[in-house]
Structures are given as structure tokens and as C-alpha cells.
């Protein structure tokens, strides 16, 4: 039924449920499973250039969040194999 699942996701509770359910689809349906993580830099522009640290603390956070996110997405792979 389903060949490719793209899955967006921003880390948020509502996330890891839809994230959940998508491992689980994919698993189901032997399909292939793409998860998109994106980091808006708009509130920060322009913003940078007088004070840099704001900039590269917000973009070290959403890293942070960015890698969280591919942990439990990782953890929730491991749980819909078994």
C-alpha cells in the first residue's frame, strides 16, 4: 500500500506520535521510511551580524534537537522490530 513515507518532524510530542505511527506503517508495508528535520534560521537573521552568539546558540540548540530527534526516531525503529 504504501511505498515511501515522508515524515516531518520537530522534535514535539505530537511529532514522536506521528513519528511512531510512521515507523509502524513502514514497517508494515515494507516501505521506505525519510524523515525531514528543518531549522528555521528566520528569527535570527540579520541578527547575527550584531550579535553573533545568538545566532551560532540557536543553531547549536537546534542541532542538539536536530540529533535528539534522530535518537528516538532510531530507538523507535529498534521497538517496531520487535
Known sequence: MFKHILL????????????????GLASQHGAKLTVLYVVDPYPYLGIGETNPLGFQAYMAAAQQHGAQAHRWLRYARRQSRK
Open 8 to 23: 516531518g518532524t520537530d522534535g514535539s510530542a505530537a511529532s514522536e506520535h506521528a513519528a511512531t505511527l510512521a515507523v
